[in-house]
C-alpha cells in the first residue's frame, strides 16, 4: 500500500512562512492528482490546495490564493505547499493526498504534518 509522507510542519511565528513536502513512499506511476488539506482544532477537514499531472491548480477558498502555493515534482511524485504571511488561523494538521488517476477519488493519504502559528 502506497503511502505518502509529509515533512516541514512545526512551530512558526504569525507572518513567517513554512514550506511543507510530501512524497510517496515508493514508487509509483505518476498520481494523476496531489494536493493538501487541512483540519484545524475543532474543525472538519477542508481542502487547501491540488496541482493535477496538467498542471492546473484548485484551491479550496479563492483566498487561499493569496498565501499558499503548491509545486510537484512529478517524476518521484512529491508535492510542495507552501504557506506565506502564516496566521495564528493556519494552525492545523497539514495532510498530503493523492489520487492516482483522472476522475478517482483522493485514495492515498500521509499521517499528516502539524503546524502551529504563533501570535
Known amino acids: 500500500q502506497v503511502q505518502l509522507v509529509e515533512s516541514g510542519g512545526g512551530l512558526a511565528q504569525a507572518g513567517g512562512s513554512l514550506r511543507l513536502s510530501c512524497a510517496a513512499s515508493?514508487?509509483?506511476?505518476?498520481?494523476?492528482?496531489m494536493g493538501w488539506f487541512r483540519r484545524a482544532p475543532r474543525k472538519e477537514r477542508e481542502f487547501v490546495v491540488g496541482?493535477?499531472?496538467?498542471?492546473?491548480?484548485?484551491y479550496g477558498y479563492n483566498s487561499m490564493k493569496e498565501r499558499f502555493s503548491i509545486s510537484r515534482v512529478f517524476a518521484n511524485n512529491t508535492v510542495y505547499l507552501q504557506i506565506d504571511s502564516l496566521k495564528p488561523e493556519d494552525t492545523a494538521v497539514y495532510y498530503c493526498?493523492?489520487?492516482?488517476?483522472?476522475?478517482?477519488?483522493?485514495?492515498?493519504w500521509g499521517q499528516g504534518t502539524k503546524v502551529t502559528v504563533s501570535s
Open positions: 515508493e514508487r509509483t506511476p505518476d498520481f494523476f492528482r
Open positions: 493526498g493523492a489520487a492516482p488517476s483522472v476522475g478517482s477519488p483522493w485514495r492515498y
Open positions: 496541482m493535477d499531472r496538467s498542471g492546473t491548480i484548485t
